[in-house]
Nanobody
Framework: QVQLVESGGGLVQAGESLNLSCVVSGSWFRIVRISVMAWYRQAPGNQRELVAT???????EYADPVKGRFTISRDNAKNTVFLQMGSLKPEDSAVYYCNSKVASTQYWGQGTQVTVST
């Protein structure tokens, strides 16, 4: 009964910024607090790739292509995880998916489209 809903995607010009949100709801109370949260992305014809993770203790990790440009954060009280994206490049264009892992079980959102124009 866990649901993840992403929002904030859209069309932006290269060099601009965009912020994504993922609200998690379901059987667990404040599930984000007890979950490892992550953002993935998948461009047409490509494999889904990990973008960033944040642990229950707040430790963050980033994929090399987004280091220094993206920031993942969480608000446990609001069951929400965020992805701040800056200095966007056309190669960042993809469907961005929110992911939650708790007790070795993973849950996925439907994704939100991010398109960066040249």
């Amino acid at each position: 009964q866990v649901q993840l809903v992403e929002s904030g995607g859209g069309l932006v010009q290269a060099g601009e910024s965009l912020n994504l949100s993922c609200v998690v709801s379901g059987s667990w109370f404040r599930i984000v607090r007890i979950s490892v949260m992550a953002w993935y992305r998948q461009a047409p014809g490509n494999q889904r790739e990990l973008v960033a993770t944040i642990t229950t203790s707040g430790i963050t990790e980033y994929a090399d292509p987004v280091k220094g440009r993206f920031t993942i954060s969480r608000d446990n009280a609001k069951n929400t995880v965020f992805l701040q994206m800056g200095s966007l490049k056309p190669e960042d264009s993809a469907v961005y998916y929110c992911n939650s892992k708790v007790a070795s079980t993973q849950y996925w959102g439907q994704g939100t489209q991010v398109t960066v124009s040249t």
